[in-house]
């Protein structure tokens, strides 16, 4: 079974400063990692996935993740914020074709001009 | 190209009435899912289909809940009769492949239901 929790339903950040949102999980099989992004009043977004391989994952707009097997770890990144990225941000974890994929709570992040 | 449609993208209607929400996913794709989103309770999964075929509706809350897909280009989710806890945001989302959820989701704009 797979979990996710993400730290922080909120997150300010100023623009042009680094952007952090923070996920763990738990899979007890290796997992597939996404992040979705939402808009309001839109639906989910994919920036990026982690499937296999190189564990630095480039998204849309800016952002990347790192997979650190040793911290259960699939933290969301992004240099310098922008206004546009104000948002929501899920992370969500899956294992084998068969299981469901889960999503985090969300974090919303503001930008502070 | 197309994304994912849904419709209505707002209904508002009194407790007791049969409310059904549709859905085309994106032409090609062979998996598709509802979802619910609420304040409280986060993104849910309701039900998903493959190849048209109901796959899980272990997340259908309750039997007021129903949901089809006559074919490849099309899904509806049905609540009869709805309550003022139904309300919430529901998603459509679609995706290519084998099935499964290790596939990237492509979602709609979403359903945003008020039941008074």
């Known amino acids: 079974a797979q979990s996710v929790t993400q730290l922080g339903s909120h997150v300010s950040v100023s623009e042009g400063a680094l952007v952090l949102l923070r996920c763990n999980y738990s899979s007890s099989v290796p997992p597939y990692l996404f992040w979705y992004v939402q808009y309001p009043n839109q639906g989910l977004q994919l920036l990026l996935k982690?499937?296999?391989?190189?564990?630095l994952v480039k998204g849309i707009n800016g952002f990347e993740a790192e997979f650190k097997k040793s911290e259960t770890s699939f933290h969301l990144t992004k240099p310098s914020a922008h206004m546009s990225d104000a948002a929501e941000y899920f992370c969500?974890?899956?294992?084998?074709?068969?299981?469901?994929?889960?999503f985090g709570k969300g974090t919303r992040l503001h930008i502070l001009p | 190209d197309a994304g994912v449609i849904q419709s209505p993208r707002h209904e508002v209607t009194e407790m007791g009435q049969e409310v059904t929400l549709r859905c085309k996913p994106i032409?090609?794709?062979?998996?598709l899912f509802w979802y619910r989103q609420t304040m409280m309770r986060g993104l849910e999964l309701l039900i998903y289909?493959?190849?048209?075929?109901?796959?899980?509706d272990s997340g259908m809350p309750e039997d007021r809940f129903s949901a089809k897909m006559p074919n490849a280009s099309f899904s509806t989710l049905k609540i009869q009769p709805s309550e003022p806890r139904d309300s919430a945001v529901y998603f459509c989302?679609?995706?290519?492949?084998?099935?499964?959820?290790?596939?990237?989701?492509?979602f709609g704009d979403g359903t945003r239901l008020s039941i008074l």
């Open positions: 969500a974890v899956t294992g084998r074709e068969d299981d469901k994929i889960i």
């Open positions: 289909f493959n190849n048209n075929v109901p796959i899980d």
């Open positions: 032409s090609g794709h062979n998996s």
């Open positions: 989302a679609s995706s290519s492949g084998g099935g499964g959820f290790n596939q990237p989701q492509h």
């Open positions: 982690y499937t296999t391989g190189a564990t």
